[in-house]
């Protein structure tokens, strides 16, 4: 199993930009999870979603879309970059909501 | 609303010392708490989780208590390893109607040679 697997590693972006951060899992998990990271501060919970169809906003859904189309892939849709969303963006998944959840090993976004 | 509170923020020990991980929660009302480890530029690995029934959950050097009704958990380490050195973050998943891990700022640990 290669687990919760994220592209791209690494990206810039201009102001007004939009791009789509894909994440995929291949443990059949139903839930799935798009966290931000910002120096110095606690992760902070974008959006999750339960199953293929439902989603659900987190704690800082401003300026973020999501999908879920199949169990396997939650991509995240940036709009129009903003500086603010300059951060390390993480995918994760569970089996069910209070199980164990397994990372992606991030992407790193600059939005100049 | 909850928040998560890891004291020290960094923390430097001699290889071999056994070490104390310290995380607090406000609101007690949560569904488990789990232990994370973060090594730089990289994602997190799960260390051990404890659900809110639990008292403690132990994985080969690891050990981690929980206390629900003071909102504290302990991470213990025991017999360091420079390979220990990382951030240790804790998050809590609390109560009904929440998906939301909430997450520490994490202790940042060297393990000194």
């Known amino acids: 199993n290669a687990g919760v697997t994220q592209t791209p590693k690494f990206r810039i972006l201009k102001i007004g930009q939009s791009m789509t951060l894909q994440c995929t899992q291949d443990?059949?998990?139903?839930?799935m999870y798009w966290y931000r990271q910002d120096p110095g501060m606690g992760l902070k919970l974008i959006y999750y979603s339960v199953g293929a169809g439902i989603t659900d906003k987190g704690e800082v859904p401003n300026g973020y879309n999501v999908s879920r189309s199949t169990t396997e892939d939650f991509p995240l849709r940036l709009e129009l970059a903003a500086p603010s969303q300059t951060s390390v963006y993480f995918c994760a998944s569970s089996y069910l909501r209070d199980n164990e959840q397994f990372f992606g090993p991030g992407t790193r976004l600059t939005v100049l | 609303k909850q928040e998560v509170t890891q004291i020290p923020a960094a923390l430097s020990v001699p290889e071999g010392e056994n070490l104390v991980l310290n995380c607090s929660f406000t609101?007690?009302?949560?569904?488990?708490l789990q232990w994370f480890r973060q090594d730089p530029g990289k994602g997190l690995t799960s260390l051990l989780l404890?659900?809110?029934?639990?008292r403690e959950q132990t994985s080969g050097r690891l050990n981690a208590s929980l206390d629900k009704s003071s909102g504290r958990s302990t991470l213990y380490i025991a017999a360091s390893q420079p390979g220990d050195s990382a951030t240790y973050l804790c998050a809590v998943s609390s109560g009904a109607g929440s998906y939301q891990l909430t997450f520490g700022k994490g202790t940042k640990l060297s393990v000194i040679p």
């Open positions: 443990m059949n998990h139903n839930y």
């Open positions: 609101d007690s009302a949560i569904y488990n």
């Open positions: 404890i659900q809110s029934s639990q």
